[in-house]
């Protein structure tokens, strides 16, 4: 049998995440739910999720393309629903790309992969919301 998720609460509205893989994340509620401000909020876990997802498939086609990748980050802008729930609408992510000589045509073409192929969070969301994204390319210090 595969390990749980688990998410215990740890009083007031501070809960703590289990991952299967034995990782641990505090997440807690904004102060207008009673929350104090402990750790993340829930929704914002999600958007991070797509975040690690799609970076994580960028970095990995970019190196297989043998492009000279130093850093990566995403910037994600979401606007989210004003009633109940409050799911995301859009969501725009910003890919910020770092290292010599790297392709334009191969880093589109990660971001492409990424988000239409291989990506769960960003499948996952897109569901409900209208996932854009763009791209800029600096060269390495």
Do not use: N
Not at 79 to 103: C, N, S, W, Y
């Amino acid at each position: 049998m595969s390990k749980l998720a688990r998410v215990k609460w740890a009083g007031d509205m501070t809960f703590i995440g289990e991952s299967p893989s034995g990782h641990a994340v505090v997440m807690d509620a904004g102060a207008s739910s009673g929350g104090l401000d402990h750790g993340i909020r829930p929704m914002e876990m999600l958007l991070l999720g797509m975040g690690g997802c799609s970076s994580i498939d960028v970095v990995m086609i970019l190196k297989k393309a043998r492009q000279k990748i130093t850093d990566c980050w995403v910037e994600l802008d979401a606007e989210r629903a004003d009633d109940h729930p409050k799911v995301f609408k859009k969501i725009h992510a910003h890919f910020v790309l770092t290292g010599q000589d790297l392709d334009k045509k191969h880093v589109e073409r990660a971001i492409q992969l990424s988000m239409e192929k291989y990506c769960s969070a960003s499948a996952q969301l897109a569901a409900l919301a209208t996932i854009t994204t763009d791209y800029e390319i600096r060269a390495a210090e």
